[in-house]
Antibody
């Protein structure tokens, strides 16, 4: 059973870079049909998809965040990572990593990590 | 990209049925059978309840069902129970190969 766990700093200063890592256990980031994803949720608000990366390294990002986001994968460590540049208070959120399974006949996000709160503040 | 449209809140009495709608466009909900629904309790990660419009993951109660008509998908919960009271989100794959979420619906069990 695949499990995901986010890790990284819980506090980031404005204008700096937010960096998070998601460790995958019980499965491989090299698996086909899986797209390793990041989603965030500001306090008291809804879910926002950030982007994903495939095992081959191809990426797709939310257009509203594309200029500031980089998602990468490290197959040797079975991890994938998120970097968000030039953060501001509006980037304060719980950040989730999740597995997006997409094939010709099916597409859904499951499982999800437990989430990690990142606060942007000086 | 815009969010999918969900009602902010719905309510029902125990034992009753409720339906939550999720409206998108032909570029997302209407264009693909890749609508999924997530249940999120406070402080917890979202849990997949329905995928591919109407399929239920193993372990999810058959009181939860999904459907779609045109650009609108729906989640129906029958036999409402107190434990169903929480927030539900819909999601869809899009023509741009991205993922989009609804704004969330708070379900209150009266």
């Amino acid at each position: 059973q695949v499990q995901l766990q986010e890790s990284g700093p819980g506090l980031v200063k404005p204008s700096e870079t937010l960096s998070l890592t998601c460790t995958v256990s019980g499965g491989s980031v090299s698996s086909g049909s899986y797209y390793w994803s990041w989603i965030r949720q500001p306090p008291g608000k809804g879910l926002e998809w950030i982007g994903y990366i495939s095992y081959s390294g191809s990426t797709n990002y939310n257009p509203s965040l594309k200029s500031r986001v980089t998602i990468s994968v490290d197959t040797s460590k079975n991890q994938f990572s998120l970097k968000l540049n030039s953060v501001a208070a509006a980037d304060t959120a719980v950040y989730y990593c999740a597995s997006l399974y997409c094939s010709r006949t099916s597409c859904f996000l499951n499982p999800w990590g437990q989430g990690t709160l990142v606060t942007v503040s000086s | 990209q815009s969010v999918l449209t969900q009602p902010a809140s719905v309510s029902g009495s125990p034992g009753q049925s409720i339906t939550i709608s999720c409206t998108g466009t032909s570029s997302d909900v209407g264009g693909y059978n890749y609508v999924s629904w997530y249940q999120q309790h406070p402080g917890k990660a979202p849990k997949l309840m329905i995928y591919d419009v109407s399929k239920r993951p193993s372990g999810v109660s058959n009181r939860f069902s999904g459907s779609k008509s045109g650009n609108t998908a729906s989640l129906t919960i029958s036999g409402l129970q107190a434990e169903d009271e929480t927030v539900y989100y819909c999601s869809s794959y899009t023509r741009s190969s991205t993922v989009i979420f609804g704004g969330g619906t708070k379900l209150t069990v009266l």
